[in-house]
């Protein structure tokens, strides 16, 4: 957002279009394995404060600003 300086109410619009239903983990976890991967990392919060769970704290999530929780 900052770098590509877009404004916040646009920055902001594009979680109506984060749907992560086809995310396919098992994929990933293979993959990652398969290249000798031990540990990994999910990151659950973006450091523009998107959270990729339900919080009680903000709206800024994706239950209630994204389709996957609508």
Known sequence: MDNAGI??????AYASQFN????ALDVWVRLLKGAG???????????YGFALY?????NWDVVDAAPYGI
């Not at 992560?20 to 995310?23: A, G, S, T, V």
Request: aromatic share 12%.
């Open 37 to 47: 991967m031990k540990y990994i990392v999910i990151t659950t919060k973006h450091h």
């Open 20 to 23: 992560p239903i086809k995310y």
């Open 54 to 58: 339900d919080s009680k704290v903000t």
């Open 7 to 12: 404004p916040i109410p646009e920055y902001k």
